[in-house]
């Protein structure tokens, strides 16, 4: 080897050298950056644990003297500055649900999802502190007629609520959904369609709405309501409804907040309720249903359990189940609480085996079932031991109100085995179990005659 090549190999050496000891520190140095920042998170919340101890042990003393009042401000307080601490939420859930007003122990439970926390430690908890009054409403009645809580006498409800438009719900999440013969809610933000390389494109949001998917407005480009002006508001709404009704083909029934969950204006409401029938938010809703729970579903700290677990109490509570979905994407890619793909599939075939319990269906679809139910009147015309007539009364728009509503018959006859059923001379599908008949009649003004 000559002289030349000897100090080239050195050289070539020492630069290789130098290389991997920079590789090596670089390394170290994030690895110790790393360290320093779950350092530093822990002790916050360490530190936020050590200051909130005590106000707990205080709200606890409270409860035991039965100052509820007091114990409940001084929660949400609590709730809203530390956010992040899990207890709060799991000891406001649980009195709340013991003083029975459990549509604000759910609302606690929903703000727990959308922090990042355990979740899963969250609702284990509040359900084992629960447990004892965990009954259902009582729903059996005997009325001659009734309408069903929910469509085909299903237990409970629920919907998927996809927000923000992103394409990893059409392309991964959607086929998901077709599996299973289910389908979804998807809240589009209008202004940023085909925009970024996270959202999907118009032609793919209408290929969904011709499957049957929902499309619903969730603004043009998704800003706080409450903290815009006239003219900015009745763009983010209005014009957001007008773009997507001429690009989809059919103008978007319901709308989602960004942001102001649990915390919204009846000014910015008047405003949606200009062109929309109905907005996904707990308190929105629950004049119309009681029994609501829309959680943010996803997550790395929302596991299948909690998702199965919520199903069941949904189920055992008579609830409608909004869960309200993000992307479908794998987590920790930077999206906002995504449910990954394998997660879908796995919760909707758990969904498919308490099929016969559960009314799988979009927003608008459950909605308009509700509220027509609720604005429905049932007139006893005739009733004898072989038939019954009843007048069907509703003060409601049918071009928008037209989901079929489930009406139960007590014939008082045991295990029947045949019935006959016309809605303005229309013969209508009858389902017979033992002495009921469950028939699905248009929401309209009309006659409806059974015979059995
Ligand atoms: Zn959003």
Known sequence: MSTFKKSLLILVICLLATLSLRVFFTQNSKAKKRANHNRSVSSIIKEINQKTTPILNHVNSLIADRKFDSAIQILNETITHTRIDPR???????????LGDDNRAYETLE??????????????????????????????????????????????AITYSFDDGFKS????????????????TLNLISDRIGNNKLSGTWPQWQDAHRRGFEIGNHTMSHPVLRELPAQALENEVNKSFDIIAEKIGEPPLTFVFPFERHNFEERVVKKILERHIAIVDHKYIEPVYPHVFNPTFGGRHFSLETAKAMTDFAIQKNLWLIAQCHDV???????????????????????????????IDTFKNVYRYLFEKKNTEIVLKNVSTHGVAFEVKSPLDPKIFSVPLTVAINSQIENLKTARALQNGKLLEVTIDKNLIFINIEPINSTVNVEF
């Open 329 to 359: 994407g794998l987590p920790l890619v930077g999206n906002y609480r995504p449910v990954s793909k394998e997660f879908l599939y796995q919760h909707l075939s758990y969904i498919k085996q308490r099929e016969s319990e559960i009314w």
């Open 111 to 156: 703000k727990a999802t959308d922090a990042d926390i355990d979740n899963n430690y969250v609702f284990r908890e509040f359900l084992s502190r629960t447990a004892a009054q965990a009954t259902a409403p009582d729903v059996i009645s005997d009325e001659r007629v009734r309408i069903c809580t929910f469509k085909n006498n299903k237990k409970c």
């Open 88 to 98: 709060p939420y799991i000891i406001l859930a649980a009195l709340y649900a013991k």
């Open 169 to 184: 719900t059409y392309e991964w999440g959607l086929p998901v959904f077709d599996q299973f013969g289910y389908r979804a």
